[in-house]
């Protein structure tokens, strides 16, 4: 009676877990039928095309307000010629993070223009907007897909001789040569299995596959052992060669191969100048923090 009973139980068990399992499935697909429901504020009406090559950034008169009141950006009015570095300061809530983000058109500005390669953002197709700007980020995010795909975003029209050269060319050789299956290993979700090193370079990795002409590079905060440093850094000038650049600085060190340095407060320019300008000017902002020899910036 006692095996009988276990095993009728046995099974009964494994069903409830399975009508668990069932009933977060369709929460899911509720809330992923939602989302697919929901339409983006941004009209993608854009027919005009980005030239090929280093893209010139401006900002023309720009307003923006998250919540329509408070201003986030005011009156921001500045150029990058193309092929030159920006390095971006300015203290938490300054307004760096939504410079970048209004590149890549995720909000509309409220006022004045932002131009890209000579062209105003709403004129380009956001699909154009999203190959020709590629962006580091602090935080690498992972998909649970192969090495290929999570180096090609899933664009099969990317060669594996490509993804190869590339990983030789960010010095990536020795932790390729040591995956199982080559550019057909798993890689888990979240960067998991992965140094912090070897995530920055991979995602280095997937903005040469985009070759854009402009770069954004929001810097990474973790500290990384002499040698993997010293890769990111050589990764870093390889990938702004012969193409715009826009650093945001958490540590002054990263600034020191921007050409032009700007320091926002409150959504507006405070300083904008040459890079050896500004340090050679004793009474600008810039001049001042170097002198501080503070490594985190505090504008």
């Known amino acids: 009676m006692i095996y009988y009973t276990d095993a009728i139980f046995r099974p009964l068990r494994e069903i409830t877990n399975e009508i668990q399992n069932l009933q977060k499935a ?41 919540n329509g009141t408070d201003k986030t950006l005011e009156d921001v009015n500045f150029t990058l010629q193309p092929g030159r570095v920006l390095g971006l300061l300015g203290r938490t809530g300054s307004g760096k993070t939504t410079i970048t983000r209004l590149l890549f058109r995720l909000y509309e500005i409220n006022g004045g223009a932002i131009r890209l390669g000579g062209r105003e953002l709403h004129e380009v197709p956001i699909a154009e ?23 090609s975003f899933f664009d099969d029209a990317i060669r594996d001789e490509q993804i190869l050269s590339v990983i030789r060319e960010l010095e990536l050789s020795d932790w390729f040569n040591g995956l199982p299956k080559g550019l057909d290993t798993i890689l888990e979700g979240g960067s998991k299995g992965l140094s912090a090193g070897e995530a920055q370079l991979l995602a280095f990795t997937r903005v040469f596959l985009k070759n854009p002409g402009l770069v954004i590079m929001d810097e990474a905060s973790s500290r990384l052992d002499p040698a993997t440093e010293q890769k990111i850094e050589r990764a870093v000038d390889k990938l702004l060669k012969n193409r715009t650049g826009i650093i945001v600085a958490h540590r002054l060190g990263t600034v020191q191969r921007a050409d032009e340095i700007m320091i926002l407060e409150r959504g507006q320019i405070v300083e904008h100048g040459n890079y050896a300008s500004l340090v050679s000017d004793p009474e600008s902002r810039f001049s001042s923090l170097l002198k501080t020899g503070l490594e985190e910036v505090t504008v």
């Open 26 to 66: 369709g929460g899911s697909i509720g809330r992923i039928d939602e989302l697919y429901r929901t339409e983006s504020k941004i009209k993608d009406n854009g027919t005009l095309h980005l030239p090929e090559g280093a893209l010139e950034v401006k900002f023309d008169h720009t307003q923006f307000s998250y």
């Open 129 to 151: 907007l999203q190959h020709h700007i590629g962006m580091v980020t602090q935080e690498v995010q992972l998909f649970r897909a192969t090495v290929r795909d999570n180096l």
